[in-house]
């Protein structure tokens, strides 16, 4: 994923005005502090006092101890929140996306889009009057320094980026630990079961893929959908046993055998748009209908909204079912 960045339309002079807003909405005093933390006190902070928190990049963040006005600026935040009763008041476009991850669609509904992966929206995430801001992967010195001015900001996803440490995290910053606790319980104990009910199959070889226009991509190591993988014991094919450069590895049509297995999961980013019917192209190439996983009738088509992006809990409780559904007789 590329770094957080500002908007390029958002020049010095919008800049400038978005901070004096979010120092007028959120600080008593903006500027006579030696840090960028907003105040205890300061308007549109919940009331039930603060707490300090220790973030994903080693920063301690105070926060109100229930926080009521959230925003999620990455996909895994959104997930997070949603997954722990909490509906944010604002939230990022998810990869391909013009709003929420395709998965999240119905449980997103009428939340604001203030930013999108590229970058937040600086002057709609000050209009959204947070009270915590759950900024992701969020690196960029200068972005995170703008959201501080607007409500305290957490930086969420480690270089692990890891959803189980993310949604524990997340838990202590909403005031949800014990339900971040019980989810990733029910988690492993749904793992456990389906891995069981795998039998044999819990050792095949499995592929991961996504399809665009630009061509077929494959998901390696250090991303989402290859932890929920090795929970259950999978094994993977050829490079997708290694740590990819990105978020995941484009490959040519001539190249496409590298991503057939034992079992195929393939799917686009959304039903909608630019990717609508790439699936039956897809399934017409000779390449693809070549593979063993397709001629086996192990190929499965899935939400790359959900299997092949940034993830999180509710992503990967859904991807144990889409498992179950498809390899589980």
Same mark, same amino acid.
Request: overall charge positive; proline content about 5%.
């Given at each position: 994923?590329?770094?957080?960045?500002?908007?390029?339309?958002?020049?010095?002079? &919008?800049?400038?005005?978005?901070?004096?807003?979010?120092?007028?909405?959120?600080?008593?005093?903006?500027?006579?502090?030696?840090?960028?933390?907003?105040?205890?006190?300061?308007?549109?902070?919940?009331?039930?006092?603060?707490?300090?928190?220790?973030?994903?990049?080693?920063?301690?963040?105070?926060?109100?101890?229930?926080?009521?006005?959230?925003?999620?600026?990455?996909?895994?935040?959104?997930?997070?929140?949603?997954?722990?009763?909490?509906?944010?008041?604002?939230?990022?476009?998810?990869?391909?996306?013009?709003?929420?991850?395709?998965?999240?669609?119905?449980?997103?509904?009428?939340?604001?889009?203030?930013?999108?992966?590229?970058?937040?929206?600086?002057?709609?995430?000050?209009?959204?009057?947070?009270?915590?801001?759950?900024?992701?992967?969020?690196?960029?010195?200068?972005?995170?320094?703008?959201?501080?001015?607007?409500?305290?900001?957490?930086?969420?996803?480690?270089?692990?980026?890891?959803?189980?440490?993310?949604?524990?995290? &997340?838990?202590?910053?909403?005031?949800?630990?014990?339900?971040?606790?019980?989810?990733?319980?029910?988690?492993?104990?749904?793992?456990?079961?389906?891995?069981?009910?795998?039998?044999?199959?819990?050792?095949? &070889?499995?592929?991961?893929?996504?399809?665009?226009?630009?061509?077929?991509?494959?998901?390696?190591?250090?991303?989402?959908?290859?932890?929920?993988?090795?929970?259950?014991?999978?094994?993977?094919?050829?490079?997708?046993?290694?740590?990819?450069?990105?978020?995941? &590895?484009?490959?040519?049509?001539?190249?496409?055998?590298?991503?057939?297995?034992?079992?195929?999961?393939?799917?686009?980013?959304?039903?909608?748009?630019?990717?609508?019917?790439?699936?039956?192209?897809?399934?017409?190439?000779?390449?693809?209908?070549?593979?063993?996983?397709?001629?086996?009738?192990?190929?499965?088509?899935?939400?790359?909204?959900?299997?092949?992006?940034?993830?999180?809990?509710?992503?990967?409780?859904?991807?144990?079912?889409?498992?179950?559904?498809?390899?589980?007789?």
């Amino acid at each position: 994923m590329p770094s957080t960045r500002i908007p390029s339309r958002l020049s010095r002079r &919008t800049a400038a005005v978005a901070l004096a807003i979010a120092c007028g909405v959120v600080l008593s005093a903006c500027g006579s502090s030696e840090d960028d933390s907003p105040k205890s006190g300061a308007a549109g902070t919940s009331g039930g006092g603060r707490t300090s928190v220790t973030d994903a990049s080693g920063t301690k963040v105070e926060i109100p101890k229930t926080p009521e006005r959230v925003v999620a600026l990455s996909e895994m935040d959104l997930d997070s929140a949603l997954a722990l009763g909490v509906k944010p008041v604002g939230l990022s476009a998810g990869r391909g996306q013009k709003g929420a991850p395709e998965y999240l669609t119905r449980q997103a509904q009428g939340i604001p889009v203030v930013g999108a992966v590229t970058g937040p929206d600086i002057e709609k995430v000050v209009q959204a009057k947070p009270d915590v801001i759950l900024a992701g992967q969020t690196a960029d010195a200068q972005v995170l320094a703008q959201l501080r001015k607007i409500a305290p900001t957490v930086v969420t996803i480690d270089n692990t980026k890891s959803w189980k440490k993310s949604l524990e995290l &997340t838990g202590q910053v909403l005031g949800k630990a014990d339900a971040a606790k019980k989810f990733l319980a029910d988690y492993d104990t749904k793992a456990a079961a389906l891995k069981k009910d795998l039998g044999a199959k819990a050792g095949a &070889t499995v592929s991961v893929a996504r399809y665009s226009a630009k061509g077929t991509a494959v998901m390696q190591q250090g991303v989402f959908i290859s932890d929920v993988l090795k929970d259950l014991g999978f094994k993977r094919p050829g490079i997708q046993n290694e740590k990819g450069q990105g978020h995941s &590895t484009p490959l040519s049509d001539e190249n496409l055998k590298e991503i057939d297995g034992d079992w195929l999961f393939i799917g686009t980013l959304s039903s909608a748009g630019p990717d609508k019917g790439l699936l039956d192209q897809l399934q017409k190439k000779p390449a693809y209908r070549e593979l063993n996983s397709v001629r086996e009738g192990h190929a499965t088509l899935i939400d790359g909204s959900k299997w092949t992006s940034l993830g999180g809990a509710e992503a990967a409780d859904s991807v144990l079912g889409d498992i179950r559904k498809a390899m589980v007789k």
